[in-house]
């Protein structure tokens, strides 16, 4: 261990101690989402399951509510909804990650666990930190009881990358297939192109760049945090874009794959993952029952609406953790984990049209038939017309909207399922069994939230943890 790692491990259960009472005096804190105890979160990180638990890191800044340098925080669950905060995994302690221990992945092999991060170094000058002074480097920590790392090297530099690029190259997700191993990576291109760099191993150390995914037109200057995994056969690749023209400042979706991704493959149209306000970056993982669950950072990054819990000392949660599948057409559905439904009390029924009073951490399913209005708090509107089958979000008040105003999801077919999971100061609405999803951060006021969905009636559990 290093002289730094030594004060940083120091330092940040002081910080998380002192700022605990603080944050736990937020009435939005939530309670059924992963979220830092003090500080920073973005993306959910080195997804994975060692035994019967579930480990979700995610890029953490502990020293700053709107940012900082990146460590890797770390938490564990057997349910993937009581989560036990376990210590800070990953330190900005290394010359090769001083400024940044940027996203990545994890990789379980023989009890051993594998974190493939980006150190991210910014060299000191005159630079624009695009093309020039940064590094972005490939590396690895390894531990053997997920607590304590063994080991942590660089294994790539920008020079290892293929010619062409910006500095901009980040966000490993390794995993293995076939008895080999293999990676993939975000990347700018020096013209200002978004591609995926495809990497093969045999030891998990030595890689070689096989392979380059990207759309024939530039879409987007940047692709952020790809994952590349398979459901019963296709081939899916999720990217978040920067430079792409949606409702957000970045976007955040997939492609479906034809083709074999290592050698050469042709991209679907682009799908959106979520269409709300607040969802970036996810990354998914293989569970040992076989399902694919999947984390979203519920935040934009540079978005100019705001999040009240700064005053508290912290900011932003993950996603609730989302089962995929596919529907056959190289479409993605989501849905909340099964474990989700343990939590909830006994179901109301409320009619078209009642106004019913819930806990914020809420459950409501309904099967509309035609337009419907929700509404939630008396203060945001969820409006479905067949018509044009658009399903818009909108704030019909400031106080619990944060700078939030209004997004809108097209769906593929008439709107027929509906799901809201409410949390404490979150909303995620899924529309067709997940084809369609919008997540947003909200903040109501104490006390009861009131719902009211009229066009159809519905079932509404509370959800108590
Ligand atoms: C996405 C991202 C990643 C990067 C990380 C840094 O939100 O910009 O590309 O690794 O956040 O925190």
Redesign the pocket.
């Known amino acids: 261990m290093n002289a730094l790692q030594r004060d940083l491990k120091r330092l940040v259960p002081m910080v998380e101690a002192a700022g605990a009472a603080r944050a736990a005096a937020d009435l939005h804190r939530q309670k059924l989402h992963v979220q830092p105890p003090v500080g920073w979160l973005?993306?959910p990180n080195g997804l994975c399951q060692i035994g019967d638990e579930y480990h979700v890191f995610y890029?953490y800044g502990p020293f700053d509510p709107t940012g900082g340098v990146?460590h890797w925080g770390h938490v564990r669950s057997r349910d993937l909804f009581h989560w036990e905060r376990l210590p800070v995994m990953l330190y900005p302690d290394e010359p090769f990650d001083c400024h940044?221990v940027?996203?990545g992945s994890a990789l379980v092999e023989d009890g051993m666990l594998y974190l493939y991060y980006?150190g991210n170094v910014k060299h000191p000058g005159e630079y624009d930190y695009i093309k020039q002074g940064r590094g972005h480097n490939v590396c690895l920590a390894t531990s053997r009881d997920t607590i304590h790392l063994d080991n942590k090297r660089c294994l790539m530099y920008n020079q290892d990358y293929p010619a062409g690029l910006t500095c901009h190259v980040?966000?490993p997700k390794v995993f293995a297939l076939d008895g080999r191993y293999y990676m993939v990576l975000?990347a700018r291109t020096l013209d200002d192109h978004g591609e995926v760099l495809v990497f093969e191993s045999a030891d998990k150390l030595h890689w070689n760049h096989i392979n380059t995914i990207t759309t024939p037109k530039a879409f987007g200057y940047m692709w952020?945090?790809p994952d590349l995994f398979e459901l019963d056969g296709q081939w899916f690749l999720a990217v978040?874009p920067q430079g792409i023209a949606c409702q957000n400042v970045y976007g955040c979706g997939y492609f479906a794959l034809q083709g074999d991704w290592r050698t050469d493959c042709t991209l679907s149209e682009f799908h959106a993952l979520d269409d709300g306000f607040d969802y970036?970056?996810p990354q998914s993982f293989a569970a040992a029952d076989g399902r694919r669950i999947q984390f979203g950072?519920m935040g934009m990054?540079d978005a100019d609406y705001t999040n009240p819990t700064v005053e508290y000392g912290w900011q932003h949660c993950l996603t609730l953790p989302r089962v995929l599948t596919q529907d056959g057409n190289g479409c993605l559905l989501q849905a909340p984990a099964a474990e989700l439904n343990a939590l909830r009390g006994e179901a109301r029924q409320p009619a078209d049209g009642e106004t019913v009073e819930t806990d914020p951490c809420f459950d409501l399913t309904a099967s509309p038939a035609g337009d419907f209005v929700l509404t939630i708090a008396n203060g945001l509107t969820l409006t479905y017309t067949e018509a044009d089958r658009t399903c818009t979000l909108r704030f019909t008040d400031a106080a619990i909207a944060a700078g939030r105003t209004e997004r809108k999801a097209v769906l593929d077919a008439p709107c027929r399922s509906l799901r809201v999971v409410g949390d404490a100061s979150s909303l995620e609405i899924f529309l067709n069994d997940g084809a369609a999803v919008l997540s947003t951060r909200y903040y109501p006021a104490a006390g009861k939230v009131a719902v009211q969905l009229c066009g159809a009636g519905s079932t509404l559990y509370s959800l108590s943890i």
């Open positions: 973005n993306d890029q990146k940044g940027y996203s980006t980040r966000d975000g952020e945090c978040s970036y970056a950072w990054p």
